[in-house]
């Protein structure tokens, strides 16, 4: 996508002893990028979410773990770093895929050509999840036709968190069909939830749709409901971080409540992903473990001052403790459907074998 008229992606090879991210934590106020060297500043730009978004940093691990070959290709040194980058995030399944991706590309071959080879594969991860998003949106993009052709007037669409292409390697998932709806002159206009506590819908989903000129509008996360029973939503889409085998879907902390919302008032609600996301080994989204983030993130904010210094600054009370799970579950029968790179399915096990026989 592009920033000021330059294409970028969210993370790129800088030669082969390096590579680069946008980072997010510095965004909407400042865009700046990062240059990593080693698989410690990967587990780094991941854990403090410089870099963030389920398939992308299952890139940006695949990238560290290329690293850290170069330094040193034994298999005690992979198993450490790829462990280590396995740790920085619980709940994406993306991540542990990646990695095991790469553990698998490695170990059959000898020493001496595991750096080349780390460095292929991590390359071929980017490009397959970009071709994959664009793929998402290709098919996301039926929907909204659809919808547009019953409609016949502008349509609202409401999304939660950032599921776009600073959340993937490009494209993104949820905003994908949107961008290409735009692109085709479909009119539209998004709600985007602030997604508290990092906002990362009122930073990063609207500073991508503002750069790309999609007309969106920021709301805070509770009002979601309140447009849903005026008739000003029409479609929700969302990303996720895992879909468990049953169709139950992991995704930022609040999409459970928008999509018992959508329920309550008969608004479509689709969840769109790469099949990299899809957790074949866990039946139900019981068994998938929620992050427990900082209570910093909820206490605190951070944003710019009149002056145009970037400042944090406490918000709660002084004293009072704070809980904060990054995710919840959504049950499967919440979910209209899946859009995925293969197509549409049901949010059932079998829609999904339907698309992933082989799985």
Not at 188 to 207: C, K
Not at 242 to 252: E, F, L, S, W, Y
Not at 322 to 336: E, H
Not at 352 to 358: C, K, V
Request: negative net charge; glycine residues 8%; hydrophobic residues 40%.
């Amino acid at each position: 996508m592009k920033i000021h008229g330059k294409h970028y992606r969210s993370v790129w090879p800088i030669g082969e002893d390096a590579f680069g991210i946008i980072d997010q934590t510095r965004l909407p106020h400042e865009f700046v990028t990062l240059e990593l060297r080693t698989a410690d500043d990967a587990a780094h730009a991941i854990r403090s979410m410089q870099t963030r978004g389920a398939p992308l940093i299952g890139a940006v691990a695949a990238y560290g773990l290329a690293l850290a070959v170069r330094k040193d290709s034994s298999d005690e040194s992979i198993e450490r770093a790829l462990h280590m980058l396995a740790e920085t995030r619980p709940t994406a399944i993306n991540l542990k895929w990646a990695l095991w991706r790469m553990r698998g590309a490695l170990l059959n071959h000898p020493r001496d050509k595991r750096a080349a080879i780390a460095w292929a594969e991590a390359a071929a991860i980017a490009g397959e999840d970009a071709a994959m998003c664009e793929a998402i949106g290709r098919n996301g993009l039926e929907i909204i036709r659809a919808l547009h052709r019953e409609k016949g007037r502008k349509l609202n669409i409401l999304t939660h968190c950032n599921a776009g292409w600073l959340a993937t390697v490009d494209w993104g998932t949820a905003l994908a069909p949107i961008y290409m709806a735009h692109d085709e002159r479909i009119p539209l206009h998004v709600w985007v939830d602030e997604t508290r506590p990092r906002n990362q819908g009122a930073s990063l989903t609207a500073f991508e749709l503002g750069a790309h000129g999609v007309a969106h509008t920021i709301i805070v996360d509770n009002a979601g409901g309140h447009y849903m029973q005026a008739g000003q939503v029409d479609l929700c889409i969302v990303g996720t971080d895992r879909v468990t085998t049953n169709g139950d879907v992991a995704n930022k902390i609040g999409t459970y409540l928008k999509a018992l919302a959508a329920k309550d008032n008969g608004v479509p609600f689709y969840v769109a992903l790469p099949s990299s996301t899809i957790d074949w080994t866990l039946a139900s989204g019981r068994d998938i473990p929620i992050e427990e983030r900082s209570p910093d993130e909820l206490l605190k904010m951070t944003g710019r001052t009149p002056s145009g210094s970037i400042q944090t600054v406490e918000i709660a009370a002084p004293g009072s403790p704070g809980a904060n799970p990054g995710f919840d579950v959504t049950p499967s029968r919440l979910v209209t459907g899946f859009i995925t790179e293969r197509g549409t399915c049901e949010a059932t096990e079998q829609g999904l074998r339907s698309l992933f026989p082989a799985a």
